[in-house]
C-alpha cells in the first residue's frame, strides 16, 4: 500500500506538466513551436527548484539543451520566440493582458516567473485555466 506523500508525488507529477500545457496553450503557445517542448522541461526544473528561475542561462538552458541535442543558445532563443508569437498571436488576448501594464514583451525570465506562479495558483486552488485565445 502506498503512503501519503507517494500518493501526492504521483499526483503532482500528473497534474503539474497537465496544467502547464494547458496554459501554455491558453496563452498561444502551441506544440508546433519548438520552444513549446523547452519551455514545458524548463519550468519542469524551475517548479522543482524556484532557485532555478535566477540561473537560466547557467543551469537550465543547458540542462534542457542536452536533453535535446542543441544548444544553451538555441533554447534560449526558441523559448523568446514561443513567447513573443503568443504576444503578437493571442493580440488582446492572455498573455497580453497579464502585461497590459507593460509595453514591451516579456523576458524569458519574467515569462517563466509568471508561468511558475499561474501554474502553482492553479494546482493550488484546483481550476481549471480557459483557452482565451483558441476560443
Same mark, same amino acid.
Given at each position: 500500500?502506498?503512503?501519503?506523500?507517494?500518493? !501526492? +508525488?504521483?499526483?503532482?507529477? !500528473?497534474?503539474? #506538466?497537465?496544467?502547464?500545457?494547458?496554459?501554455? *496553450?491558453?496563452?498561444?503557445? /502551441?506544440?508546433?513551436? *519548438?520552444?513549446?517542448?523547452?519551455?514545458? +522541461? =524548463?519550468? /519542469?526544473?524551475?517548479?522543482? +527548484?524556484?532557485?532555478?528561475?535566477?540561473?537560466? =542561462?547557467?543551469?537550465?538552458?543547458? &540542462?534542457?539543451?542536452? *536533453?535535446?541535442?542543441?544548444? =544553451?543558445?538555441?533554447?534560449?532563443? =526558441?523559448?523568446? @520566440?514561443?513567447?513573443? $508569437? &503568443?504576444?503578437?498571436?493571442?493580440?488582446?488576448?492572455?498573455?497580453?493582458?497579464?502585461?497590459? @501594464? +507593460?509595453?514591451?514583451? #516579456?523576458? !524569458?525570465?519574467?515569462?517563466?516567473?509568471? /508561468? @511558475?506562479?499561474?501554474?502553482?495558483? &492553479?494546482?493550488?486552488?484546483?481550476?481549471? $485555466?480557459? &483557452?482565451?485565445?483558441?476560443?
Amino acid at each position: 500500500m502506498e503512503n501519503s506523500d507517494s500518493i !501526492n +508525488d504521483t499526483f503532482y507529477e !500528473n497534474t503539474i #506538466p497537465i496544467e502547464l500545457e494547458k496554459t501554455l *496553450r491558453s496563452l498561444g503557445i /502551441l506544440p508546433i513551436f *519548438r520552444g513549446y517542448q523547452y519551455i514545458l +522541461d =524548463a519550468e /519542469l526544473m524551475i517548479i522543482e +527548484d524556484s532557485n532555478r528561475i535566477f540561473i537560466l =542561462a547557467n543551469e537550465v538552458y543547458p &540542462s534542457v539543451a542536452a *536533453r535535446y541535442f542543441t544548444t =544553451a543558445s538555441r533554447v534560449e532563443r =526558441a523559448i523568446r @520566440h514561443a513567447i513573443e $508569437i &503568443s504576444w503578437s498571436w493571442c493580440g488582446e488576448g492572455s498573455l497580453k493582458k497579464q502585461y497590459a @501594464h +507593460d509595453l514591451f514583451i #516579456p523576458t !524569458n525570465k519574467q515569462f517563466l516567473d509568471f /508561468l @511558475h506562479q499561474r501554474i502553482l495558483e &492553479s494546482i493550488q486552488s484546483n481550476t481549471v $485555466i480557459s &483557452s482565451d485565445c483558441l476560443t
